[in-house]
T-cell receptor
């Protein structure tokens, strides 16, 4: 079974609108971490936001927030007030405590911001 | 700080040739990783090293070997390259534990095997 599932291969959003990128995960661990990365067309991987499994509040970093629903095992990324520079691939990832330091990545969502 | 560096940035090989991809980090991280990225597949873990002196297989280790030379350096070797190994290779590092212990990535190596 896939550890991380991203079901939206491509998304479009109007500039200045908000967009939600979906991510579901599969783990039996109690302790784990969830990450979102951005990969622009230039290719580098940029860390955006982190949510720990024990964190009670949803993580926020500027225009990025993580909608964490533990019972549903979902960790959706919300980008508010989209900008043209947000056009990129977005990857959801998970780190489980019992696999040591192994990370699992989803297949990514390509986001295009329309002017 | 340079972060995570990778060499080379681009490489073209013929089938059967060998090569080593080099990776170094200057953040004193314990854990290092090698991934390959193919269209529609996301990042797939090839090998990782949780700490100096240890290495473990990831999801797609066949055809690759790794060496954790010291705490800073983690190399990936292709002994006999195959066209199926055409990909973009990323090295990453992270702290073993802590908060939020995200991975820091190198710029990638684009490898083509003819």
């Amino acid at each position: 079974a896939q550890k991380i599932t991203q079901t939206q291969p491509g998304m479009f959003v109007q500039e200045k609108e908000a967009v939600t990128l979906d991510c579901t995960y599969d783990t039996s661990d109690q302790s784990y971490g969830l990450f979102w990365y951005k990969q622009p067309s230039s290719g580098e991987m940029i860390f955006l936001i982190y949510q720990g499994s024990y964190d009670e509040q949803n993580a926020t970093e500027g225009r990025y927030s993580l909608n964490f629903q533990k019972a549903r095992k979902s960790a959706n990324l919300v980008i508010s007030a989209s900008q043209l520079g947000d056009s990129a691939m977005y990857f959801c990832a998970m780190r489980e405590s019992d696999t040591g330091n192994q990370f699992y990545f989803g297949t990514g969502t390509s986001l295009t911001v329309i002017p | 700080n340079a972060g995570v560096t990778q060499t080379p940035k681009f490489q073209v090989l013929k089938t059967g040739q060998s090569m080593t991809l080099q990776c170094a980090q200057d953040m004193n991280h314990n854990s290092m990783y090698w991934y390959r990225q193919d269209p529609g597949m996301g990042l797939r873990l090839i090998y990782y090293s949780a700490s100096e002196g240890t290495t473990d297989k990831g999801e797609v280790p066949n055809g690759y070997n790794v060496s954790r030379l010291n705490k800073r350096e983690f190399s990936l070797r292709l002994e006999s390259a195959a066209p199926s190994q055409t990909s973009v290779y990323f090295c990453a590092s992270s702290e073993a534990w802590g908060y939020p212990n995200e991975q820091f990535f190198g710029p990638g190596t684009r490898l083509t095997v003819l």
